[in-house]
């Protein structure tokens, strides 16, 4: 076809690759997650669905060891420990979603036991007189754990999200991601607060 010269050429839409994009969706809920001024039940649900948009996105950022990750179509899980309500909003924010041509299925568990078999382990401030526990119980089996509670990055928490600004932001536990055997991808630590 010819095209006249008075014309614009058109332009090709570049693809961005899916840890790029992913990098992207993550900066831009940093940039733009205010919670609602006005406290009560809309502004807990509205934080609630941030985060378990931040869990979900998560996924993409981490690599596990071989023995834990088969092949896709083999699915990812996400286990929510300590907070059934919360698992029905992160199952929300996952359904449809894949990760490198993995499904996400999300499970509310009632002990760390069955969160051992998970990738990634949300662990609710309910757990919080149990954490070294639950932690202990997964330092072998490769799970990424995550939380939103004070103090449990520092307690040994991989990931935990924390509002600062009206934003949810990310403090990282890069030791406790390594000694779980999860290798989190340079553009998350970037984006993050490093706690030890």
């Known amino acids: 076809m010819l095209q006249d010269e008075s014309m614009p050429p058109r332009r090709r839409r570049r693809r961005i690759p899916a840890a790029t994009a992913g990098v992207l969706v993550l900066a831009m809920a ?7 001024a006005m406290a009560g039940d809309a ?28 092949p896709p179509p083999t699915r990812l899980l996400i286990a929510v420990l300590g907070d059934p309500a919360f698992a029905a909003v992160v199952s929300k924010a996952a359904a449809g979603r894949t990760v490198n041509g993995r499904p996400i299925v999300v499970q509310a568990v009632d002990t760390p036991e069955a969160a051992a078999a998970a990738h990634l382990a949300f662990v609710a401030g309910s757990q919080s007189s149990r954490l ?4 202990h119980a997964l330092a072998s089996a490769a799970v990424l754990t995550v939380s939103d509670t004070d103090g449990f990055a520092q307690e040994g928490v991989a990931i935990n999200l924390y509002t600062f600004g009206n934003r949810v932001r990310i403090e990282v536990n890069s030791t406790a991601a390594a000694r779980a055997g999860v290798h989190l991808s340079a553009n998350l630590l970037r984006l993050a607060r490093i706690v030890e």
């Open 132 to 135: 070294p526990f639950v932690l």
């Open 30 to 36: 940093l940039a733009g997650t205010h919670p609602r």
């Open 43 to 70: 502004e807990r649900a509205d934080s609630r669905q941030v985060k378990a948009i931040f869990l979900v996105n998560f996924l993409s950022f981490a690599e596990w060891p071989s023995d834990k990750l088969a």
